[in-house]
């Protein structure tokens, strides 16, 4: 990974958590409907851990990024 990708997704990372911050302070806003933004954010970011996880545990997806020509 070179130096131009580590700042693009560091720029990505960044924005991305300002607009949850934003989303979640416009839940708050609202607040009894807000609750159901609350449900389907956090449904959201149990998948999202949830393939993460299994990514970073499969060896075979290391393997073939490593090892096979494109």
Request: with cysteine; hydrophobic share 50%.
């Amino acid at each position: 990974m070179d130096i131009y990708e580590k700042v693009g997704y560091s720029c990505l990372g960044v924005v991305a958590v300002i607009y949850l911050g934003a989303m979640m302070a416009g839940m708050i806003a609202a607040f009894p409907f807000g609750l159901i933004g609350f449900v389907v954010l956090l449904g959201v970011g149990v998948l999202f851990v949830k393939v993460l996880k299994e990514r970073l545990r499969n060896k075979d997806d290391d393997y073939y990024s490593k090892n096979v020509d494109r």
